[in-house]
């Protein structure tokens, strides 16, 4: 049985509980006030309601026997709430579900007719024929049961609207969740490939070197598996250093990196395993392209309420945009925009100074914190 389930349940045993304590709970009361003594030289006066309630009492008195109509409204309430629940209007079933109710209504008055007719006159010659007071009663009698049948159903009907609203909110989460985990799945292989690619070059000429390689993508796969969502920016710079170690043993001297992170920034939520890619972009494109000495720098601080990554590299400014697509950029920018929607920019370009850059913009929430400061 579903949660939904559970709660509609639980929801169906309170309507009834309720109803049938107020039903005791007013006949109790009307028991216990004792009723008026009939005027002197007169015979045993009918339950009839000649004039208002003078007190209290009286009031309870109209409630009860008077008031039978009441009575069944009230416990007929649980069994409009299971119609509700089978019974939906539809544009399938509709007019049927309305006959349905119908008849319910017409049989549930009927039935409190014959029953207030019973005990209202119990036999008295002057007592209305029994058809005469039914039909009296399908006029006047039928409205408060059609009034409960509504609110039931307008009860059950907003219900059922949430539930929808939870079920599709829920069914969104999952199918980003899913997309995300597809995202990463996907890029996790790239790096991967490109890596032992990088480790195969070694193995003939440096096996030492291939070796250190090697130990640091297993401290990398490792992290990577974990596959978490978000992690602190110092985290992150964490699990990327095995994969910078392999690109400085691969590339040797000619390559150094820069990282600058403060401790603002470094406090700060950023998607897991978001700079490996960036990074990578700009060894394949900013290194490997270009011989001679290259530069990676990798920088990160707090713009008000924004947390500003950028991972910049020294190579060709050519054609820059276009030749740095390759699988790494677009399932980053799909994993930011899963996570943050619009709230997010990732920007690749020319620097000013010479060089490419890629830049990322997120909202700034510090891990201490646990959210975005106002």
Request: charged fraction near 20%.
């Amino acid at each position: 049985m579903s949660k939904q389930q559970r709660t509609g349940n639980r929801v169906l045993w309170i309507v009834f509980g309720a109803s049938v304590l107020v039903t005791l709970l007013t006949l109790l009361a009307t028991h216990l006030i004792p009723p008026p003594p009939p005027p002197r030289g007169m015979g045993p006066v009918l339950p009839r309601m000649r004039m208002p309630p003078r007190d209290p009492g009286a009031l309870l008195r109209v409630m009860g026997i008077g008031s039978l109509t009441w009575y069944a409204c009230v416990l007929s309430a649980p069994l409009f709430v299971v119609m509700s629940r089978s019974l939906p209007f539809d544009r399938r079933r509709w007019l049927s579900s309305l006959a349905l109710y119908l008849l319910a209504i017409v049989a549930l008055v009927t039935l409190t007719a014959v029953l207030q007719h019973r005990l209202s006159y119990g036999g008295s010659p002057l007592a209305p024929p029994l058809g005469v007071f039914v039909r009296v009663a399908l006029l006047t009698g039928t409205l408060p049961f059609i009034a409960v049948a509504a609110a039931t159903h307008a009860l059950e009907a907003r219900t059922r609207a949430r539930d929808r609203e939870l079920d599709a909110a829920r069914m969104k989460s999952q199918l980003a969740e899913a997309r995300l985990e597809a995202l990463t799945a996907q890029l996790q292989p790239h790096f991967l490939f490109n890596t032992l690619q990088s480790i195969s070059t070694l193995i003939t000429h440096d096996p030492a070197a291939a070796d250190r390689m090697l130990t640091s993508l297993s401290d990398l796969l490792r992290e990577v598996l974990r596959g978490e969502r978000e992690v602190p920016l110092d985290e992150e710079l964490r699990v990327l250093e095995p994969y910078l170690d392999i690109s400085r043993w691969r590339f040797g001297e000619r390559l150094a990196i820069t990282i600058a992170a403060d401790a603002v920034a470094r406090r700060a939520l950023v998607p897991f395993f978001v700079l490996q890619p960036l990074v990578e972009n700009a060894l394949q494109h900013g290194v490997s392209s270009r011989a001679g000495a290259a530069a990676i720098h990798i920088g990160a601080h707090r713009a008000g309420d924004r947390l500003v990554l950028i991972v910049a590299d020294t190579g060709p400014r050519a054609d820059g945009a276009e030749s740095r697509r390759g699988i790494g950029l677009p399932n980053t920018r799909a994993r930011l925009a899963e996570l943050y929607g619009a709230d997010c920019t990732l920007e690749l370009g020319p620097r000013a100074e010479g060089g490419f850059q890629v830049r990322v913009e997120i909202p700034y929430r510090d891990t201490a914190l646990g959210q975005a400061p106002s």
